[in-house]
């Protein structure tokens, strides 16, 4: 059975937040949460979304992570 964790420190911060869940639509959202609340980082570049695809899914590095666009 497939099992996704995140493990912050992966990405490069010095915190000890991990998380895990069985999909990864399941964890996306809470590490977004985290980053959102816990690093003050309301927007994803790209380099963050492939630092944590890599770290999330390592097989499939094919996270979908939402973006939250405005007004185009
Ligand atoms: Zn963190």
Do not use: Q, W
Not at 40 to 59: A, F, G, P, Q, T
């Amino acid at each position: 059975m497939t099992k996704f964790i995140f493990k912050c420190r992966e990405i490069g911060f010095e915190c000890d937040y991990e998380t895990s869940g069985r999909y990864v639509d399941e964890i996306v959202p809470k590490i977004i949460e985290h980053l959102r609340v816990a690093h003050n980082i309301e927007k994803l570049d790209d380099d963050m979304k492939d630092r944590i695809s890599k770290s999330v899914d390592k097989e499939h590095i094919n996270l979908k992570i939402p973006v939250r666009k405005k007004s185009v």
